[in-house]
């Protein structure tokens, strides 16, 4: 090695030592003569001093360095001068006094400080990622994503999983998102899918036997990016023989637990066991199936409290259907405030946003307070808990509109009233959600997870009459407002699944196209499995404190789908895809890709 030490190794005990550091310039001083250079690498940094009269070379070659220059120091280790030593640097307590300093690598002045945090935008640190990965944050979270695959592995492996890897080019599996597809050269005009996920292939793995089966495995998706989402992403798969949902739930919560406490131990898991929550309670109460149980503010339906009222908006909305929910926060707001919530509600498609505030005094204000009748106020406020000095927001509407907007707003109170705690780990499983979902567009139903989720046994009767009202064995993992993931007990059996695929609105040759060796790997003995996937990066994410998954991803895309750092995706030249026998028809504008 081209160092003896690391440097963030050196302690008191290696005082007297001769060593050889090798890093990164990360800060250099001139001081009363002397010049101090911090040396850094992964593992920390150590300061070196270098002396004009013990070492007259190395004191030179030190003044000409600059920032992120690569060099090698020999020198001696000593404990630093009375007063100077760093209680908050691992090192701090010595110092190397060089004899000696190669520059390995010189390098050009970065385009933002590595030895300081400090906000550098999006894209210079997508294009330089290999600089912002020099600092200590990405460090942290790449440190943090090892931490959290390698226990994994270990964890599962001690569990009698069997970590199988599966294609990347492989046939279209549908996931409900747009697929990536690779031309084939041997096969001109034909194509390989990248995996949304290796869904159909782990339940194959179980008919062939391998009954406990995990991977970390990469999916791809062509989906528009936000903020939380990436065109390929990473998540633990895993799959059972065997096993009923509960199995799958209490090895994976199990797995999160002991997680938690190996690799961020000063978060704290709000209930274990995890809380089950039905799709239907979570939509009732929380107006999504993913909500953030660390606070309270839970909706409440008012609707039989304003049925009757002369107030015809909450009357007639009860009256075709709709829904009249309520929300009481335990505070009081300004004008400017709720215009904002109102305006924030209405974004999300909501007609407005009616308000009743109870004064400690018994006075009711608010943009309702006068269109209600007394005994109205009376039973809102007796349904939703409101105290003195608190105040109610009421979103009528249909179902679909109250429950995102009063669900959004919900969490907007949460954080406005910091009743959000950030040590804290939410954790539930949403459980019993529908199996389909009506499209009316195309007039047919859609799987709700994806097409190989099992009924609930008592459901399935209703595959003939009533699909919309079957429950699926389904569940997903959520935490602090994020679905982590989720997964099934999959249909096994070849007709039951052939059924679903008719429902679904496949005919018999499509399914017999997309999914003939699942049905006929079906004929051949299928076990009773089930298995569940969540993202390894969002789990990363909460873990680091971070809101966006791109701070916990080496190499992630920008939100336009571009890798900053390459140019990714680029033209390819024409001889190219003329072997591919594919011609290009519309392309975008030249520099689309650079901005
Ligand atoms: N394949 C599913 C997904 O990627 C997870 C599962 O059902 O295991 O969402």
């Known amino acids: 090695m081209l160092r003896t030490h690391t440097c963030g190794e050196l302690r008191a005990e290696h005082v007297g030592a001769t060593v050889t550091l090798a890093g990164w310039v990360h800060r250099r001083r001139d001081h009363g003569g002397l010049v101090f250079v911090d040396v850094r690498d992964r593992n920390g940094l150590t300061q070196v001093v270098f002396d004009p009269d013990a070492a007259p ?15 090698a120091v020999d020198g001696s280790v000593r404990p630093r001068p009375a007063g100077q030593a760093n209680p908050n640097l691992p090192t701090g307590a010595v110092e190397v006094v060089a004899s000696a300093l190669r520059v390995l690598n010189p390098a050009r002045t970065p385009p933002f400080e590595i030895n300081r945090e400090q906000a550098v935008e999006d894209g210079t640190r997508l294009r330089y990622r290999y600089l912002d990965i020099r600092r200590q944050r990405m460090q942290r979270n790449l440190v943090l994503r090892h931490a959290v695959t390698a226990f994994i592995r270990a964890h599962l492996n001690a569990r009698d999983f069997l970590d199988v890897e599966t294609p990347i080019l492989m046939k279209a599996t549908p996931e409900g998102a747009r697929d990536f597809l690779v031309p084939s050269r041997v096969h001109p005009g034909r194509f390989y899918a990248l995996p949304q996920s ?77 809380p089950h929550l039905t799709y239907a309670d979570a939509m009732e109460r929380y107006g999504t199936d993913k909500p953030d149980i660390r606070f309270g503010l839970e909706m409440v339906d008012i609707g039989p409290d304003v049925a009757g009222s002369a107030f015809r908006v909450f009357a007639d909305t009860v009256a075709r259907g709709g ?18 919530f ?58 679909p509109v109250v429950a995102l907007a009063l669900g959004r707003l919900r969490g907007e109170l949460g954080r406005h009233l910091d009743l959000i705690d950030p040590g804290e780990l939410a954790f539930l499983w949403l459980v019993d959600p529908p199996l389909f979902e009506w499209n009316a567009g195309e007039a047919r139903w859609d799987s709700v997870h994806h097409p190989f989720t099992s009924a609930v046994p008592e459901d399935v009767p209703l595959l003939d009459t009533d699909p919309g009202r079957i429950r699926a064995q389904a569940y997903d993992v959520v935490c602090n407002g994020y679905e982590l993931g989720g997964g099934s007990i999959r249909i096994h059996e070849r007709d039951v699944q052939a059924r679903v695929f008719a429902l679904l609105g496949l005919s018999d040759a499509q399914v017999q196209a997309q999914f003939g060796h699942l049905l006929t790997a079906f004929e051949f003995g299928a076990p009773p499995h089930g298995g569940i996937a969540w993202g390894i990066d969002r789990t990363v994410a909460i873990l ?17 789908a571009v890798d900053l750092l390459t140019g990714a995706p680029s033209p390819v030249p024409a001889r190219d895809l003329a072997v591919l026998g594919i011609s290009v028809v519309a392309s975008s504008p030249p520099d689309a890709t650079d901005a």
């Open 57 to 71: 070379a190395a004191f030179e070659a030190a003044r000409d360095v600059g920032h992120e220059w690569v060099v």
């Open 198 to 274: 290796p869904q159909q292939l782990k339940q194959i793995l179980m008919v062939a036997g391998i009954d406990r089966y995990y991977q970390i495995a990469r999916c791809f998706r062509d989906e528009d990016l936000r903020a939380d989402r990436e065109l390929e992403f990473t998540q633990l798969d895993l799959e059972m023989a065997f096993a009923e949902a509960g199995d799958i739930m209490a090895l994976n919560e199990d797995l999160f637990v002991a997680l938690v406490a190996a690799v961020a131990p000063q978060l704290r898991i709000r209930q274990v066991p995890f």
């Open 323 to 340: 829904r009249v929910k309520a929300i009481a926060a335990p505070a009081q707001f300004t004008r400017r405030e709720i215009d904002a």
């Open 342 to 399: 109102e305006a924030f509600v209405k974004g999300l498609g909501a007609a407005g946003l009616a308000w009743l505030a109870f004064d400690a005094d018994g006075a009711v204000r608010g943009s309702v307070a006068r269109a209600l009748a007394a005994p109205e106020i009376a039973a809102i406020r007796d349904r939703t808990g409101a105290g003195d000095g608190a105040t109610v927001f009421i979103v009528a509407g249909d179902a």
């Open 544 to 560: 680091a404190g971070e809101a966006n998954i791109r701070e916990v991803i080496a190499f992630p895309k920008s939100l336009s």
